[in-house]
Structures are given as C-alpha cells and as structure tokens.
C-alpha cells in the first residue's frame, strides 16, 4: 500500500498506553494523519512511503504542547530580569508595549517565537496576546498548530479601547478563522484583576454559546489574591465560581497560590491548570502544588508563559524543570514521574485546549504531529530508559524533526518554512529600537 510518508523509528513513545515504548517500530501517514503504527519489519513488507525517514537513533514523540505563552513577548526575553511580578510589568513591559506594540511587533516577533518552538519540538501553543489575527497569520502561514487567544483586557491598547471592541474584534476574528484546519480560538481575558464582573458575565455567554474554552491567569501571586480579597470581600477564584466561569472549559494559568479545599472545589468542577514552572521560579511567584492537583483528578498541563520571564520558549527544559519541581514541592521523589511530565507536556496539554481527540498522542487516526529526538549524543549515553532521559537529560538541540499534520516544518535541525538569516537580521533591528529606551 501507498502511503505519504513512512516514519522507521528506534523507540516511539506514544504516550497513550502509559508508560509504553514501542521499540523498532514504525508510522505510516496518509492525508496529514496516522494511520497506522506497527513493528518496522511488518511495516517493510505492507507499505511503501513516498517519503521515507530512518530514525534508527531516534525516538519519536507527540508534538509537545505549550499550553500557555505570550508569543510576540520574545522580542522582550532578557529586557527586564530578575523582578518581581508587578515591578516588572508595571515599570518595563507595559510602558515597552505602549511604546512599541503593533502589528508589526507581533508579527516579527511571533515569528522568532514559532521558530524557536519548532526547533523545540513544540507543534502546537495556546497564545495570549494582542492583535492575535496577526499572530495567527503567522501560525498559519508556517504550518504550526495554534490556540489564539482572544485578548480581553479592561482597559485601552494600540489593539482596542474597551471591551466592547475587544469582544467585537475578537469575534469577527473566530469567524474568520473557524474553518482554520490548525487554528482553534479560545476566549482570553486576562485575569481577574483586569476584567470586570460585567465583561467576564459576557465572556462566559458567549463561550457557552460558542462552546469555546476560556483561558485566563488566576492566583499567580499572593499579591494579586490579597489585593483581590480586599477589595471584593473574594479570593479570586471564588469571585470567577460565583460569575459561572469555572467549568470544564475553562483553563486557569499558574495556580501557585491556594488552598486544599480550592483545590477540591476547582476538581469538583472538571477545570483544567497550566503550569509554567520556570516562569513561576523567575518572577518568584511561588509554587504549584502539581502533586496535590494531580491527586485530585485535575488536568494538568504545561507552558513556557511568554520569553520576557522565561526566558525561553522550551517546552523539553520545562517538562524536566516540572518533574524536579514537582518533587520538591511535594516532599516526595516518586511525585511527577517522567512519564507524567511527558504526559503534562503533550496530551493533557490537548486536553485542556479541546483537542484530545486529535492531537497529544500518537494513534491511529490522530494528527500527524511528531517530534524526533536523537538519543545518540554522548550527553544521553548510557541509555537505559528513553523515555526518563528525554525529560531528564535531553536537550532540545537533539530535536531534528518536526512534522504538523505531516507537513515537516524541522528537517535534520533547519527550519523548512523559514529564511533564518533574513529573521536574524529582522531581530536585530528590534533589538536596536528596544535598547533606545
């Protein structure tokens, strides 16, 4: 039988069985999806590829999954380090945005975080940021799989000047992108803090009508749930509860400041968590209790936030930092396996954003998104175990292939659907404007 493209694998690590390994084994892809997965020797003899890849060094994987990041915002990575939170935000990056953010910004700057993610081994991201249609322009444009948030936020940018207009644009644009075979268009408020009761009433509305997910930051200092509690007599989690928004379609980011019964309460209503540990750790925010989440049934996933407090956008050194954290966290080595980190990075990232059944593991008839690895670099050997060294020893220079719906966008480390040396050249010139102020 014919088929498009025929994957020969060392190991492939489908993530869904758990915990299994298939060694010596093949993909077949056909029309952007799997099609089949089975021993290589059966593979030889019942198919016959246009395009084949021996990957005898390899393993294959899910394309990982940043469930939560601010794109554009690499234009900004190491601009201001080493503050907290509201410093940071309040006195660099908000006066940087009011000066310097438009579409142009967002363009090329969303082009710089996409290649680095692909270089990553990230296939698909959850984007939280303005003029979002250019950032989906560009996602589309390079052939990577992306949730574009809608942005909403209470108060004037240079993308909109109230709520109003960014519920309007933000609508306009769903239906433009509705029939986007790699684009899904959540809701983005985003966080309790800048939206008020009357636009998040409308959000969750429209949301049920749409059947959209909302993705939003919640509890992410203990600053921001003081602050809150103050002023509405609510920690904010409960204020979003008592407006409906809690459910299984809503996605809240970062987490790290709670209490044992919020967590059973935000259990109790099937709602989904993005960790972004190494952004948690640099803006001293505070820690999630992954452990405990995982333990009462929560779907757990991770995300860079955006390369302006990450400082990267890598999802293979955030599954390694989620592990370590996790155990550390929960006093107990045995807490966030490896096979759990994977998991947070690929499926349960899937699942958060609605997309399980598609994307997030490899199966028969699920998107062809994959990632290979070489395992053969002297920093991986001895290997006795592949999936523990891919989170814990593997860097993402071992990434060499990327496939999205089959399409290869990283072919042995370059960049198919980019001109490297014109992106560089555009970053620089960025990187001279910004160092103006």
């Not at 915002?73 to 908000?94: P, S």
């Not at 989620?322 to 998991?343: E, Q």
Request: glycine fraction near 6%.
């Amino acid at each position: 039988m014919k088929v498009d493209t025929l994957l020969h694998a060392r190991w492939i690590i489908p993530v869904e069985p758990k915990k299994v390994i298939y060694n010596n084994h093949s993909i077949a892809i056909q029309d952007t999806r799997i099609i089949d997965i089975l021993p290589t020797a059966q593979c030889q003899t019942k198919y016959q590829g246009d395009t084949e890849h021996n990957l005898d060094q390899h393993a294959l994987i899910p394309g990982l999954i940043n469930a939560h990041t601010h794109l554009a915002m690499t234009l900004f990575r190491g601009i201001a380090d080493d503050l907290h939170l509201m410093e940071w935000l309040q006195k660099h990056i908000w006066p940087l945005e009011q000066k310097w953010m438009g579409e142009a910004f967002v363009r090329d700057g969303t082009n710089l975080g996409i290649a680095e993610m692909i270089r990553s081994g990230t296939t698909c991201f959850n984007d939280m940021y303005f003029f979002p249609e250019i950032t989906a322009h560009q996602a589309i444009h390079h052939g990577v799989r992306a949730s574009i948030g809608l942005i909403l936020i209470d108060f004037p940018t240079a993308w909109a000047e109230n709520a109003e207009q960014y519920i309007e644009k933000g609508l306009d644009l769903h239906e433009q992108l509705r029939h986007e075979p790699l684009i899904s268009t959540p809701f983005a408020p985003h966080a309790p803090y800048t939206v008020s009761d009357e636009t998040l009433r409308k959000i969750k509305a429209l949301a049920d009508e749409l059947e959209n997910p909302i993705h939003m930051h919640l509890h992410e200092i203990k600053h921001e749930v003081e602050q809150a509690t103050k002023q509405t007599g609510k920690r904010p989690l409960q204020r979003l509860i008592d407006l409906g928004l809690i459910s299984p379609a809503f996605i809240g980011v970062h987490m790290t400041q709670i209490t044992d019964n919020e967590i059973q309460n935000y259990a109790d209503f099937g709602a989904h968590i993005v960790h972004c540990p190494e952004s948690n750790l640099k803006l001293a925010s505070g820690f999630c209790p992954v452990a405990k989440y995982l333990d009462a049934g929560i779907n757990v996933a991770l995300g860079t936030d955006g390369a302006a407090s990450n400082n990267d956008l890598d999802m293979m050194g955030e599954m390694r930092t989620a592990a370590l954290l996790g155990k550390a966290v929960a006093d107990n080595a045995s807490a966030i396996p490896a096979d759990m980190a994977l998991r947070m990075a690929t499926l349960n990232g899937a699942k958060a954003l609605g997309l399980d059944q598609n994307i997030g593991s490899l199966k028969k008839g699920k998107f062809a998104d994959l990632v290979a690895i070489d395992l053969n670099e002297l920093e991986t050997q001895p290997l006795f175990n592949p999936l523990s060294h891919i989170v814990y020893s593997t860097s993402r220079h071992q990434v060499t292939d990327v496939w999205v719906a089959g399409k290869q966008l990283l072919k042995r480390r370059k960049l198919t659907t980019f001109d490297t040396q014109e992106l560089r050249e555009t970053i620089k010139t960025w990187q001279a404007r910004l160092s103006e102020n």
